[in-house]
């Protein structure tokens, strides 16, 4: 086999991508890139991403319906005054709600002045908060009379390792990519933009538009129609 043809075969692809490449950068319309990098810096300048946002919303959530189930706990036990006597002042780890409440705090707290003040990117925050609630109530579980104490001393204790492991996941597997993600289309459109403002506006695809080429043996043909031509006009 000759290397030739190959090497020759691999340098017209070669110009051919590099032309392709060149009319790619053209096809962009700057007013598209414009109105996107525009976008992009807007969401920046929102300060938190909608994403973020939920996630935020959620950690309220767990805040607030932890409190809900706690109340109604307190009422259900004779009474809120009564009940929140024994559980606050009186404390007890063995037969108290109250440690479940300030753990939902405790969540609320470095979640949100983690990601929304602090605005984070890494998953230690989360991390921290999602291992001290599982080894608090797994500890609590294992230690405490609260199955003895009717249906609250399953669902709080439930509930709360539930919406802490929802915030985990939804952190890692949605917040985290997607803001990564948009980080990078915001870079590649900048970049596309700045390659497209360097290089002339002048040029176009006409520039890299070649004939079509002409059928094989035409030109030879004509010669041998015309040379037997000739002898005729002679006679």
Known sequence: MNPVPEDMEN?????????????DIHSINPTQLMARIESYEGREKKGISD??????????????????????ELNVNGGIENTLEKEVVRYDYYSSYFDIFLLAVFRFKVLILAYAVCRLRHWWAIALTTAVTSAFLLAKVILSKLFSQGAFGYVLPIISF?????????????????????????????????????????LSDGQFYSPPESEAGSENEAEEKQDSEKPLLEL
Do not use: Y
Not at 11 to 23: T, V
């Open 11 to 23: 340098a017209l692809m070669g110009s051919q991508s590099s032309h392709a490449s060149l009319r």
């Open 51 to 72: 994403v973020r946002r939920t996630f935020c919303l959620f950690v309220t959530f767990d805040l607030l319906f932890v409190t809900l189930l706690w109340i109604i």
């Open 162 to 202: 539930i919406l802490a492991w929802i915030e985990t996941w939804f952190l890692d597997f949605k917040v985290l990519p997607q803001e990564a993600e948009e980080e990078n289309r915001l870079l590649i459109v900048q970049d596309a933009s700045e390659r497209a403002a360097l290089i002339p506006g002048g």
